[in-house]
């Protein structure tokens, strides 16, 4: 079988694609329910889904197929579409909410006036573009954007953190262990990046160390998200709970802005630059889905992944904070469910299943 | 075949991402559009809140002229309603990207101002870094005056704001969100700069003035709804060493220059800032003393005990003399360098008082601007629901300054 990605790949796009659409409102959301400890429930976050990309790398690390095939293949086809059907729902819940804040972060902070409902449109065709190609596509853009990540976080943390107040997480806990639990259920949708893994298993030329290289850059990944919302907190305290839009705000405090004015666009333009790329990929893995599930062309399978949320934005602007609602506060047990909790227990379960067929197949010879 | 697709798609993929980061559709018309350097904000007499939005007219000449200003007023309930009512009224779209100071009236003393900066610091069309002053009578006032040096006074306003390394630190710095984080943390305590207009007329002046006023400088040439406009020369300077405290956003007291010198010392980088000694002794006679300060280390720690709180501020300033009133002067410069001792024991006096001022001033106005309560709740939490209400009650507090020459 010809493997698609190669583990240097995997690794880039866990460090330059998957922080980024975390840059934009969950800050401000978790601010707003615990406060200084928001870097706890981003941790909590961090840590699960490193903790389920490791259980499933030392499960299924010898296996020469992805985590829906294997399912078909030693629980059963039925049982294999049942579950590809709840990851398309997965995965279309998971573009809505970072789809619609690339939206509002596009239209209001770089448009004067409010742009027209097509204005954002063009996306929808550099998703769709992404869509219909196969999985080897990941991998390139992981490369592609690697370099402009980086340059985007290096250029916004150095420029933001002169102006940290980095002891305003302090006291550590105090706004209890209900809020902080409350907070990392809340951005569920933002992390449960596990899920992404269930289609590399299989699919990467194997190598030395693949699974310490992969873990470190998952562990890198999350060290990005938590220093950036370290810094975040850092840079608002008391009104960090207001701003969206952190993005844009964050480096502009630095004496060299005010100096030099706005050059930290560079970084800020970067990252939105690979946020395209990054809020394409669930539209991407529930598009791989609905292809397999249904057997139907690529193209079609892209439209039918990216139809509801273009028709929600379109169609459904004025309800989008009740969707938004909806997603934050119950989808998000969604989200634990497909992305942490099934993803380990299924693993174990096809490791099980997988040594069973191994002694089986000795006990044959 | 396959060559021309690939192109055309990468030729479509760059036609779509230059749509999405042009802002072509989000551009106004230039000349609809009014720059706003600044805002002023006060009470109107039915009070509603009065808007005057400082524009900046650029010039195309080759001339080398100064930029020209203008005025334009606007009224609503809430401030975002009254920066509208400027557009609706004029015609011109206000541009709000370049405002960076915002003055707010004197008239607004016992009213909270975050009824009015709240807007600044929630909308994404100004930027939150603007810098916040209070008159001393109406805001916008402060607006029409114009400088000897500066034309247009929020230019002049910010020079004396944000100083050039090299000059005195000795105004308490404010911008919108410092205001709002202030008010929004548990102390609710914020502060801003007290600018005063001190006038410099003088004949010689007088005709200069009149000579700019009569040659290069004309009209504003703004749009409909100006109310003021021009490019003649004033005669007034701006004062912005006395600072405002706010709590909760109604106005509780003021530090006067000498006590915003001393919390600038406390909180912000202090080199290059000279200190003023008046009468000290030396042997029977007294001198006056200009001291120039290279380095300032100040920390402040809180701590706390069943029996109440400390406050223990520690500053260590390295500086040198600079100038001196006394009758001989010094032999060689290296005189300078070393402190004398009662340069130092005078300096450490000075200061020393005026932080204890300082502490006092934080007591009785119960402004928080030395952040005790926010280092009570970040590093003393299992004591901040003790000492959360009547934190400044249970205070107690030393203060000790260190100043020194070359050793």
């Known amino acids: ?365 | 075949m396959r060559f021309k697709e690939i192109k055309l798609v990468f030729a479509l993929l760059g036609l779509v991402f230059l749509l999405f980061f042009s802002n072509d559709f989000g551009l106004i018309d230039i000349e609809k559009t009014a720059i706003i350097t600044a805002v002023a904000v006060d009470l109107s007499e039915n009070g509603e809140y009065k808007i005057t939005a400082q524009i900046a007219v650029p010039e195309a000449t080759d001339t080398n002229t100064e930029n020209q200003r203008a005025q334009i007023s606007g009224k609503g309930a809430t401030v975002g309603a009254a920066i509208k009512n400027i557009g609706d009224t004029s015609g011109w779209f206000p541009q709000l990207c370049f405002c960076n100071l915002i003055v707010v009236g004197g008239e607004f003393t016992d009213y909270n101002l975050i009824k009015i900066l709240d807007y600044f610091s929630k909308t994404l069309r100004v930027q939150d870094t603007a810098l916040i002053i209070m008159a001393e009578k109406e805001g916008a006032e402060l607006l029409k005056l114009a400088t000897p040096l500066d034309n247009i006074s929020s230019f002049a306003l910010q020079k004396i704001l944000l100083k050039n390394a090299g000059l005195n630190r000795d105004v308490a710095v404010a911008d919108v969100k410092s205001f709002c984080t202030g008010y929004y943390s548990d102390a609710g305590s914020s502060i801003m700069p007290l600018v005063k207009v001190v006038s410099q007329k003088s004949e010689n002046e007088k005709t200069s003035a009149e000579g700019f006023s009569g040659g290069e400088s004309g009209s504003g040439g703004s749009g409909g709804g100006s109310s003021e406009s021009g490019g003649a020369k004033g005669d007034a300077i701006f004062n912005a060493n006395t600072t405002a405290l706010f709590l909760r956003g109604v106005k509780v007291g003021e530090l006067d220059e000498d006590l915003t010198l001393a919390f600038n010392s406390l909180t912000k980088d202090f080199s290059n800032t000279t200190f003023e000694l008046k009468d000290v002794k030396v042997g029977v006679k007294t001198e006056n003393f200009l001291l120039t300060v290279f380095s300032c280390k100040a920390s402040r720690k809180v701590s706390v005990s069943e029996s109440g709180i400390n406050f223990t501020v520690n500053v260590d300033i390295y500086a040198k003399i600079s100038d001196r009133n006394g009758e001989y002067s010094d032999i060689d410069y290296i005189k300078n360098l070393t402190l004398p001792y009662y340069v130092e024991e005078s300096a450490e006096r000075e200061l020393k008082t005026r932080i204890e001022d300082l502490i006092r001033t934080e007591i009785t106005t119960g402004c928080d601007f030395l952040d005790i309560k926010k280092e009570l709740y970040r590093k003393h939490y299992s004591y901040y629901h003790v000492y959360k209400d009547n934190f400044l009650e249970n205070l107690t507090y030393s203060v000790n300054v260190n100043f020194s020459g070359q050793k």
């Open chain 1, 1 to 365: 079988m010809i493997k698609t990605l190669k583990p240097r790949q995997i690794c880039f796009f866990y460090i330059a694609l998957l922080p980024v659409v975390k840059f934009f409102m969950m800050p401000s959301l978790i601010a707003g329910i615990c406060g200084e400890d928001l870097w706890i429930s981003v941790l909590i976050n961090a840590l699960s889904d490193i903790f389920t990309i490791a259980v499933l790398y030392f499960c299924l690390k010898d296996e020469d197929a992805d985590f829906f095939t294997l399912i078909e293949k030693r629980v059963g086809k039925a049982f294999a579409k049942a579950v590809m059907a709840f990851y398309i729902i997965f995965f279309l819940l998971k573009t809505v909410i970072p789809l619609n804040e690339e939206k509002d972060y596009v239209e209001l902070t770089l448009y004067m006036t409010s742009p027209s409902l097509f204005t954002f449109m063009p996306v929808f065709f550099a998703i769709f573009f992404i869509c219909a190609k196969k999985l080897r596509v990941i991998g390139r853009i992981a490369d592609g954007v690697f370099i402009v990540s980086v340059i985007g976080y290096a250029f916004t943390f150095a420029l933001s953190v002169s102006d940290t107040d980095v002891l305003a997480v302090l006291p550590i806990g105090a706004h209890g262990i209900k809020k902080v639990a409350l907070g990392a259920y809340s951005s569920c949708g933002w992390f449960s990046d596990g899920a992404y893994f269930l289609f590399f298993v299989g699919n990467y030329v194997k190598g030395k160390k693949d699974g310490l290289k992969i873990l470190i850059s998952v562990a890198v990944s999350s060290l990005i998200v938590l220093s950036f919302t370290i810094i975040f907190y850092g840079t608002f305290t008391s009104i960090a709970f207001r701003q969206k839009f952190a993005l844009t705000e964050l480096s502009k405090y630095t004496t060299a802005i005010n100096n030099m004015e706005r050059f930290d666009f560079v970084a800020i333009f970067s990252l939105l630059f690979t946020s395209i790329f990054a809020l394409s990929l669930p539209f991407y893995f529930a598009c791989e889905l609905t292809e397999r599930l249904f057997n139907i062309k690529r193209w079609l399978a892209a439209i039918i992944a990216i139809l509801p949320p273009v028709i929600l934005l379109l169609f459904f602007g004025e309800y989008f904070n009740s969707i938004e609602n909806f997603i934050i506060n119950i989808a998000s047990g969604y989200f634990i469910t497909l992305g942490t909790i099934f993803p380990i227990i299924m693993a174990i379960i096809l490791k099980l299943c997988g040594k069973k067929e191994l002694n089986y197949a000795v006990q044959g010879n």
